[in-house]
C-alpha cells in the first residue's frame, strides 16, 4: 500500500511535468517519514554527508575551468595548431575540427563547453571553405560529446561517486572508446570530402601555431599526466586546471575581458544550482534504498528472467539510450547508474567497463532528441531551425552506435591500459 502511495505520488509528480530535483525530493521524503519511519534530522545528515566530500568540488572547478578557455582564446589556439597541421589532407578542415574536439575534451570535461568553444571558431571556417552546413552542425554537435567521454569527463566524475568506482581508473578506461569515436568521426570526414582541394603544408604557419598554442597544448598534459601518475588527484588536477586557464588567459593571451570572466562566473553558478541539488537528494535517497535491500533485491530479480550477460547487455543498452534521449544525461546516471551497476557486477562485467559503456550510452543522448542538449545548445548558438540540426546529426548518429557496439564488445578496448 505504501509502495502504491509513492508510485503514485511520482507518477503525479511526472504528469505534472515538475523538476526531477522536486520528484526525488518528494521521493525522499516520503521514503524518509513512511515507508523507514526515519526522521528528517536523518535526511539532512544524508544530504550533508553527500556533499562534504573533497571529489565534489572537481566538478565546478572544470566545468568554471572549461568556461574560461571558452570565452577566452585557449580553444581558437588549439584550432590553429590543427588547422596547420591538417591542411595537406582532402578535408582537411574537418579532421581538424575533430582533432581540436578532441584535444579541448582533454582539458573541458563537458559537451556543451567543448561543442560551444570549438564550434564558435569553426562553424563558420567550416562554411567558408565549403563544407555543408548540415555536415558542419552534425559535426560538431556530435564531436562535442567526446567531452564526456575523454578525461576528465564530469559525467565520469558523477558516476564514480555514485557507484564508488574509481574516477581514476574510469579517466583511464575512457581513452580507448574516445579515441575510437574521434577517428571514426575524422575518417567519415575524410571519405566525404576525399575531392575537396588542398593547400601544401606551411612550415611557419606551424611554426607560429605551435608558437601561439603552446601554452594551451602544455595544458591536457599536465592535467592528465599528473593524475595518472598519482602526483595530484582529480580535485586538484581541477584546480590546477583553474589557476592554469586563468593565468594564461588573463597574463599571457590576454583577451578575456573582466566583463566576460564575471559573465563565466554566473554561467559556473546557474550550471551548479541545478545539478547539486540534484546529486545530494539522489545519493541520500540511493542510501535508504541500500540500506532496504532494494538493489540486492532487484538484481535477484532481474536474474530470475534475464538468461545471461549478452541479454543484459542488450536491456540495458536499450534502457540507457531511451533514458539519454528523455533526459539530461547527469540525472540519468544519478538515478539509474547505482541500480544497474551492481546487475553488471552480478553478471560478470568489470566495475570499470561497465561504467564506460554506461558514458558512452549517454553520451549519444547529447544529440538524441527530444531533449538533446547540444542540439538545443548549437540552435542557440548558430541560429538554426532544431528539426534541420536533428536531421544532420542522423549519420553522426550511426557512428555513434557502431562504436557503442564495439565498446560493449570489446572490453579491452576500455581496460587495455588497467588490467
Not at 598534459?221 to 584546480?239: K, P, R
Request: aromatic share 8%; charged share 10%; net charge neutral.
Amino acid at each position: 500500500m505504501q509502495a502504491a502511495a509513492l508510485t503514485s505520488l511520482i507518477a503525479l509528480l511526472v504528469l505534472l511535468r515538475q523538476p526531477i530535483v522536486l520528484i526525488l525530493a518528494a521521493a525522499i521524503a516520503y521514503v524518509h517519514a513512511v515507508l523507514t519511519n526515519s526522521s528528517v534530522e536523518f535526511l539532512i545528515q544524508d544530504i550533508w554527508f553527500t556533499l562534504d566530500r573533497e571529489v565534489l568540488l572537481s566538478i565546478p572547478l572544470f566545468i568554471f575551468a572549461g568556461l574560461i578557455m571558452a570565452r577566452g582564446s585557449i580553444a581558437a589556439r588549439l584550432t590553429r595548431v590543427m588547422v596547420a597541421f591538417t591542411s595537406p589532407i582532402p578535408g582537411g578542415l574537418g579532421v581538424a575540427t575533430v582533432l581540436s574536439l578532441t584535444v579541448f575534451s582533454a582539458i573541458s570535461g563537458a559537451s556543451a563547453v567543448t561543442m560551444l568553444a570549438i564550434g564558435s571558431v569553426m562553424y563558420p571556417a567550416l562554411l567558408a571553405n565549403g563544407y555543408s552546413k548540415r555536415f558542419a552542425l552534425g559535426l560538431l554537435c556530435s564531436g562535442g560529446t567526446l567531452g564526456v567521454i575523454i578525461p576528465p569527463s564530469l559525467l565520469m566524475i558523477v558516476y564514480g561517486i555514485m557507484t564508488e568506482v574509481s574516477i581514476t581508473e574510469l579517466f583511464i578506461a575512457g581513452w580507448g572508446p574516445g579515441l575510437l569515436l574521434a577517428g571514426s568521426l575524422a575518417l567519415y570526414t575524410l571519405a566525404l570530402h576525399r575531392r575537396m582541394p588542398t593547400r601544401s603544408l606551411s612550415g611557419a604557419e606551424i611554426a607560429a601555431a605551435l608558437r601561439g598554442g603552446g601554452f594551451a597544448l602544455a595544458m591536457p598534459v599536465i592535467l592528465l599526466g599528473g593524475i595518472y601518475t598519482g602526483w595530484f588527484t582529480v580535485t586538484e588536477s581541477a584546480a590546477i586546471a583553474v589557476f592554469y586557464a586563468i593565468a594564461v588567459e588573463f597574463l599571457v593571451h590576454r583577451e578575456l575581458t573582466a566583463r566576460a570572466f564575471g559573465g563565466v562566473v554566473l554561467e559556473t553558478l546557474k550550471l551548479l544550482g541545478g545539478l547539486m541539488p540534484l546529486l545530494a537528494i539522489a545519493v541520500s535517497l540511493n542510501n535508504i534504498l541500500d540500506l532496504e535491500g532494494v538493489p540486492q533485491a532487484m538484481v535477484a530479480w532481474m536474474r530470475s528472467w534475464i538468461e545471461g550477460p549478452v541479454t543484459l547487455l542488450v536491456v540495458t543498452n536499450l534502457l540507457l539510450l531511451v533514458a539519454g534521449a528523455l533526459m539530461d544525461e547527469a540525472s540519468a546516471i544519478i538515478i539509474l547508474a547505482p541500480l544497474l551497476a551492481p546487475l553488471g557486477r552480478a553478471y560478470g562485467f568489470d566495475d570499470v567497463h561497465f561504467g564506460i559503456i554506461t558514458i558512452v550510452n549517454l553520451q549519444i543522448g547529447y544529440v538524441a532528441p527530444p531533449v538533446a542538449l547540444n542540439l538545443i545548445v548549437a540552435m542557440v548558438a548558430f541560429k538554426e531551425p532544431f528539426g534541420f540540426i536533428c536531421r544532420a546529426v542522423v549519420p553522426f548518429v550511426g557512428i555513434m552506435l557502431a562504436c557503442l557496439v564495439v565498446v560493449c564488445a570489446v572490453p579491452g578496448l576500455s581496460l587495455f591500459l588497467l588490467r
